[in-house]
Structures are given as structure tokens and as C-alpha cells.
């Protein structure tokens, strides 16, 4: 199995066997058999459809079971109502979650910046040079290294729970670096994300008009084939406001779909951007003005945040609760990279949320999951029920907000 992929998932009995803190995740989408398996004693599934369950945005059913046949979960309830399978599966009284949605990581690069890291934890502050470092790594590395390194963070991260991920390019940062790694990215995912523009090339470093010049041109003629979403690094020492826009409009008319890292290191036009251009989701939002939240609050817009950059940073935490109590739609995912968040880990990220951003628990898991499907616009991933079949189904207002408000 190519760890990876939206399609392919843990069999039952790995899904029983991968719990964590007394979860086990599980995803729609479970394997190539045709075979109908019962998962059942479990003791709180969360389904994320609050038509079911207690009727809260988790949908969470006790004393559950869910069935599942070939790709998809055919049905899910109280177990004593569960339909006849070919297979039973014994939770153990775990807790049953969807599989976690990992919508941000960067995960085709070579090297490491352990040294930045040290330098950063003796006080120096992170900014975006860092990533040159890094360029230099993966320019030098073969396709066989790039994809070996991806390879071994997709199976990380599976082990802890991902079902489904996007990954960037952005370590390249040529025409010929920036597609190698897109195509590599997409033989593992369909989440894959067109992020020439992540800094101004060290190459065009005394001219950046040229190098957004090649970013909407040439590099994105060659990037769009293996590509659904275009980002930019909308920040201070990356790209500004109007080249961002001109960056993601050049993409859109190729036919991929905004993202923005947006007011990551200090207040700025990303979020705005984002909400303007329809974007899929604005993601950092950790320096947000009062018309940014409302923005956010009344657009599509996923707000992804993404505290693992926090943690190895040391900078502000993002403000979930205010987001949240606005109404906007949150999603977590862990921002895997070599330099501002090593990790792959979901989990970790949740518990820091919950720990240092003022999310509930509840709130954490559904962001984890539903909020990632969100901020992909896809309804086939991040939750566990039988309506929810097919892949890349777009998104609507169906999904639940924490806030009445």
C-alpha cells in the first residue's frame, strides 16, 4: 500500500490496532476490498454529521458500530441495529474517529535545518530565509531522495492517524525543480499544491517582478498539469498583496484554486486576499484584524491553523476561540517542513490547540478532520457516514460552525 492517498486506508483490523489515546482513526474511504466488514463495541464514534448522535457537530453515537464495504462506510448507529457483514472487527470499547485530513504540510524537500533550530531556540527569531537553506537541499537531491523522504513522512503520519493530505512544491523554485516535485507529490496524492511562489528565487533575488513574471508564466504552465491549488507566502520578505493577487489570479485562470498563507509573521493583506479571490482556506491567521475575522467569518474560506510553526518558533499563538466564536470555519493540520514545523504528527497539533489556543477538545477533533475536508472543499473525507461517497465533491454550506452567533 502507498501510504499517501485519499483512496487507500487502513483495513478494519489496523484501524482497531492504530488507536491512539484510546481512539482509533478510521476513513470513508477503506480499501479495494468488496468484502463488508463490521467494526463494533465501540464506545464513541464521532461521525461529524450532527444529523446523527447527539446531534452536536461531532455526531458523536455511543455504543456504536460502523460498517463498511469496499471503498466506503455503508452504514453507522447504535451497534444493536448493525446490518449483517462478512467480517466482524472488535473495538475493544475504543472511541472511533474519521480519519485525520492533514490540509497544509510541505513534504517534497531534502536536508535539514537542525542548526536554524538551534540558533532559533538560543533567541534568534524565525523569518523566511530560512527556506533557502532548504532550496539549496532539495535542488541538489536526486527524484529517488525526494521521494524516499516523502515516502517515509507519509507512513509517519498514517501511523498516527492521516487518511488524507495535501502537500506543497516550494523547494525548488525553477520551472524544472518546482514540476519534478509536483509530480512526484501527485503520484502519492491528489491534494497537491503549485507554491513557486513560497519566497522570491535566490536566482531573481535583485529582481523580483521577473521572477513573479515566471512564476505566472513559464513555471506555471509547467506546474499545472500535476497540480489542484496554487499558494502564495503572502508576508513581509516574501511576496506582497499585489503580487500575491496577480500570482493566484495567473493560477485560477489555469485552472487551480487559491490558497494563501496569510498574516503567518505580522499583520498584512493575506486574509483579505484570500476572501477576495474565494480561496479554499487562509492559512497561519495568527495576526488578524477585527475586519480580517469578520472576512473570514462571512466568506468560504477555511481559517487552517497550524500550531506546530508556533511551537518550534516560539511566536504568538493563533487565537482560535476568537475565530471560532465569530463563526468562522477552523481547520488544523500540522505544517510539516523541514525548518518552521518538523512534525507530521495531527495529534500533537490537536493537543497544542486545545492546550494553548483555547479550542475544546471537540472543537480540536472536528477542525482535524471535517475542518481539513473543508479547507480542501471536499465532503467524502473527515467524516464517517454512509451519505458520503465519491471524491472531490464541493463544498457547501452544509458544514456545521461551532458558533451560533
Known amino acids: 500500500m502507498t501510504p499517501g492517498r485519499s ?6 483490523e489496523k484501524a482497531t490496532e492504530d488507536a491512539m489515546s484510546n481512539a482509533t482513526t478510521v476513513s470513508p474511504a477503506h480499501s479495494a476490498s468488496t468484502a463488508s466488514t463490521l467494526i463494533t463495541n465501540i464506545a464513541a464514534l464521532v461521525t461529524n ?5 447527539d446531534s452536536s457537530p461531532l455526531g458523536l453515537v455511543h455504543d456504536a458500530a ?55 531556540m538560543s533567541g534568534r527569531p524565525y523569518s523566511a530565509g530560512g527556506i533557502r537553506t532548504t532550496v539549496a537541499a532539495t535542488r541538489a537531491a536526486s527524484d529517488a531522495e525526494l521521494e524516499a523522504n516523502l515516502t517515509r513522512h507519509l507512513a509517519e503520519a498514517l501511523r498516527q492517524g492521516t487518511t488524507t493530505f495535501e502537500t506543497k512544491s ?13 509530480r512526484i507529490a501527485a503520484a502519492h496524492t491528489d491534494e497537491v499544491t503549485y507554491l513557486g511562489a513560497h519566497i522570491v528565487s535566490p536566482d531573481h533575488a535583485d529582481d523580483p517582478a521577473a521572477y513573479v513574471d515566471l512564476v505566472t508564466g513559464p513555471m506555471l504552465d509547467a ?32 485552472g487551480l484554486h487559491p490558497r494563501v498563507h496569510a498574516n503567518q509573521l505580522s499583520y498584512g493583506p493575506g486574509v483579505q486576499l484570500a476572501v477576495e479571490l474565494d480561496a479554499a482556506s487562509a492559512d497561519h491567521c495568527t495576526h488578524l484584524t477585527d475586519a480580517d475575522v469578520d472576512a473570514l467569518a462571512h466568506s468560504r474560506t477555511v481559517a487552517t491553523l497550524l500550531p506546530g510553526a508556533e511551537f518550534s518558533t516560539r511566536a504568538q499563538w493563533p487565537d ?12 488544523l493540520s500540522t505544517d510539516c517542513n523541514p525548518g518552521s514545523s518538523y512534525t507530521s504528527s495531527v495529534p500533537f497539533c490537536v493537543a497544542l490547540a486545545v492546550r494553548d489556543m483555547g479550542m475544546t477538545p471537540d472543537e480540536a477533533v472536528w477542525s482535524a478532520t471535517a475542518g481539513g475536508a473543508a479547507a480542501l472543499r471536499r465532503d467524502d473525507v473527515g467524516r464517517l457516514t454512509p451519505r458520503r461517497s465519491g471524491r472531490h465533491r464541493p463544498y457547501g454550506r452544509g458544514w456545521p460552525r461551532w458558533s451560533t452567533s
Open 320 to 331: 482560535a476561540r476568537r475565530l471560532l466564536d465569530a463563526g468562522v470555519t477552523v481547520a
Open 7 to 12: 483512496a487507500p486506508h487502513p483495513t478494519a
Open 49 to 53: 454529521d450532527p444529523s446523527l448522535g
Open 170 to 182: 516550494g523547494y525548488g523554485l525553477t520551472v524544472e525543480d518546482e514540476a519534478r516535485a509536483l
Open 66 to 120: 460502523v460498517a463498511i464495504e469496499g471503498d466506503r462506510v455503508v452504514w453507522t448507529g447504535d451497534q444493536r441495529k448493525a446490518p449483517a457483514t462478512d467480517n466482524r472487527v472488535d473495538a475493544g470499547g475504543r472511541a472511533v474517529i474519521p480519519g485525520f485530513v492533514d490540509s497544509h504540510s510541505h513534504l517534497v524537500f531534502a536536508g535539514d535545518r537542525t542548526e536554524e533550530f538551534n540558533a532559533r
Open 223 to 254: 506546474c499545472a498539469p500535476y497540480a489542484r491549488w496554487i499558494d502564495v507566502f503572502c508576508e513581509k520578505g516574501a511576496f506582497d498583496g499585489d503580487q500575491a493577487r496577480a500570482i493566484l489570479t495567473a493560477g485560477k485562470a489555469k
